[in-house]
């Protein structure tokens, strides 16, 4: 059959990015010529997500137009598949590694005895009873996971593959906690995570793991020609630290956490409550637990030497950190991340700005350079430490030196008018903005990592100096750096038009936000507008629909360099406030609620060093021994 283009043309939509418009020196009018062209399909990425909080099902309460995980990964599927270009067609990949019991939840796997349902998710018979999508692998979860962690050993797992989308995408799914994976009354683990995590996750050829076979790399170069693994979405619990550990632990898996380019280091997407919220609503031993929990966890993923060693040495990697209750946080992540492929790959369809491509990747490396030199380790710089230093027995130890930059994100979502106005010279769009964006979205993403008595606006002319640039000598700032990003689903031509010029000076925003923070706008702020011609919902009768915005919708995304000598200080300052009766009639720290049967344990010790976990044991000890003196201090115990 010869490709009927007549009838092709009926399918594209005459609105969005697929508008005709009038032809110019730069551009096509006819959308069919700017867009479609002999598309090659490839895989970019995988994305894994530990844990289950990135998508349980609370997450669901605070997206707009995802209700369930399968929509989440259709809209991740479609808008990725959506982004592509005259030469080829893009998407991921996603696996899901998580506790026992939250498959149901997911509505992701089904055990051999059941049947499906025809209106389930995934495999249920959609239109003309064809399902949506087609199940691939049988039984792969659970080789070489310890004994009994499953009574029903056989999983269904499903492969992502949309009709319409030139590309599968495999969806693999991994579950492997033992029965006794949760905590006793103490709040110790029953099983000891290096019984069945080392095993479930590091595999070589001869006794490969479900996840090797998974993400099998040699083969995937071949028939993909794929980069390996770029992101990693997590939480500071349990199941995301442990399996990050037995993967840093495994050489086969380290292999595959590939080489991102400078523009798109190694990420770790990090989820959480705000600081104070947790805090308040957690009953004494908890909270403290998590306290020095989460504090070690961060200091783990910031300071580790494996983890700085992934994706080549001099590579600079991020932890980013949102915030749990943020709305629509799946849809602009799934954004985000397309815009930084497109950043990579197909640059000239999807950028609108002053700078061109060269001098745009100079000055974001140069930028990046330059605070990460204020942070991380590198041949001339020292770095900050994580946890300054402590006394532990007679000896004062130096908290471990941070590699990784720590930054946390906030999303909005605009309407377009009010993002046009902003190219307005003469309006106070502008201003407007960038107030809303400090105020709102950069105080909710802040939250996280730092108490919200620290964020509040001061009175005077700059009020949120305390937190961009302190007057005082010994005062730390705690954001070095503020990036924002305008993604506008719609096509470059076609913003050209409306904006009447071919980049937009934001040069009124910086100037706001110096007289707002009283950072010097040029090294302190950059904002760029980025056109991602594919993301809007074009509506039920299209082929771009369940993108989660609409036309006339942008996302604005905050992202702000933090402090981490800062981060670490605020985190364990509130476990020095309170002293606590012990067992035996004398005073305590927090730090001894929750760690003295720790911390007297040797056997333990050897058995966490010998399985590689020095370093997250390390920081354990300087969390305990930091809280513990600094309260003995303040109390006079």
């Known amino acids: 059959m010869p490709f009927d283009h007549e009838e092709f043309l009926k399918y594209i939509p005459q609105h969005g990015p697929w508008e005709p418009i009038h032809a110019t020196d730069d551009t096509k009018a006819d959308p069919r010529t700017r867009y479609i062209g002999p598309g090659r399909p490839k895989l970019l990425n995988t994305n894994l997500i530990l844990g289950s909080t990135w998508i349980e099902s609370e997450r669901f309460k605070f997206e707009r137009r995802i209700e369930t995980l399968s929509d989440f990964l259709k809209q991740k599927t479609v808008v990725n598949a959506n982004m592509w270009t005259p030469k080829q067609l893009v998407t991921t990949q996603t696996f899901f590694f998580c506790s026992t019991g939250d498959e149901e ?3 992701g796997s089904l055990l051999t005895g059941e049947t499906v349902g025809a ?20 039984g792969l979860g659970h080789r070489g996971v310890v004994p009994d962690s499953d009574p029903q050993d056989k999983v269904y797992y499903p492969s992502l593959m949309h009709r319409g989308v030139a590309f599968n995408n495999r969806l693999g799914w991994i579950r492997y906690s033992p029965a006794g994976f949760g905590k006793d009354a103490s709040g110790y683990l029953m099983t000891k995570p290096t019984t069945w995590i080392h095993p479930a996750v590091d595999g070589n050829r001869d006794t490969a793991t479900s996840f090797n076979l998974l993400v ?7 028939s993909f020609g794929e980069e390996g693994i770029t992101d990693v979405y997590m939480t500071t619990g349990k199941t995301s630290l442990y399996t990050m550990m037995g993967m840093m632990s495994s050489s086969t898996v380290r292999q595959m956490f590939g080489a991102g380019s400078e523009m798109v280091p190694l990420e770790f997407h990090c989820i959480e409550p705000g600081l104070d919220e947790w805090i308040k609503n957690a009953s004494d031993e908890d909270k403290y637990a998590r306290l020095f929990e989460v504090t070690a966890c961060l200091g783990y993923m910031l300071t580790d030497p494996k983890v700085g060693s992934l994706g080549g040495a001099a590579k600079r990697r991020r932890l980013l950190m949102y915030p749990h209750d943020q709305g629509n946080l799946l849809t602009c992540v799934n954004a985000s991340q397309v815009a930084d492929h497109a950043l990579k790959s197909n640059y000239a369809a999807t950028v609108f700005t002053k700078l061109d491509q060269a001098d745009f990747m100079n000055r974001v490396a140069r930028r990046y350079k330059a605070y990460a030199d204020l942070v991380t380790a590198s041949d001339f710089a020292k770095g900050a430490r994580w946890i300054s230093q402590a006394m532990i027995g007679d000896d004062k130890i130096l908290g471990p030196n941070v590699h990784s930059i720590l930054a946390v994100r906030g999303y909005d979502i605009l309407n377009l008018d009010e993002y046009m106005e902003s190219f307005n010279d003469v309006s106070a769009a ?6 809303r964006v400090v105020q709102s979205v950069a105080t909710n993403a802040l939250k996280t990592l730092y108490p919200m008595d620290m964020l509040g606006e001061s009175s005077g002319a700059q009020p949120f100096s305390h937190i961009f640039a302190p007057q005082g000598s010994n005062e730390q700032a705690l954001v070095y750096y503020t990036d924002i990003r305008f993604l506008v689903p719609t096509s470059i031509d076609k913003l050209r038009m409306i904006t009447g010029s071919r980049g937009a000076d934001r040069g ?3 100037e706001a936000y110096g007289q707002m923070t009283g950072a010097d706008p040029m090294t302190g702020l950059s904002i760029i507008d980025l056109c991602l011609p594919f993301l809007a919902d074009l509506g039920e009768e299209s082929w771009q629909t369940g993108t989660g915005l609409n036309e006339d919708e942008i996302i604005v995304e905050v992202t702000m360099a933090v402090n981490p000598a800062i981060v670490w200080k605020e985190l364990l300052e509130p476990t020095t406030r309170e002293i606590f009766d012990l067992p035996k009639g004398k005073k305590g720290t927090a730090a001894n609620v929750w760690g003295d049967m720790f911390m007297t344990n040797d056997a333990l010790h050897e058995k966490m060093t010998k399985d590689g976990q020095g370093h997250y044991l390390n920081l354990l000890r300087l969390c305990y021994n930091w809280s513990n003196d600094k309260a003995h201090d303040i109390h006079g115990l």
């Open 105 to 107: 939840r997911l509505g």
């Open 119 to 138: 209106n389930h998710p995934f495999l249920g018979g959609g239109e003309e009873g064809l399902a949506e999508w087609e199940p691939v692998l049988w």
């Open 216 to 222: 099998n790399l040699p083969d995937r170069r071949i």
């Open 430 to 435: 502008p201003e407007r903005l960038i107030r």
């Open 508 to 510: 009124r925003m910086r």
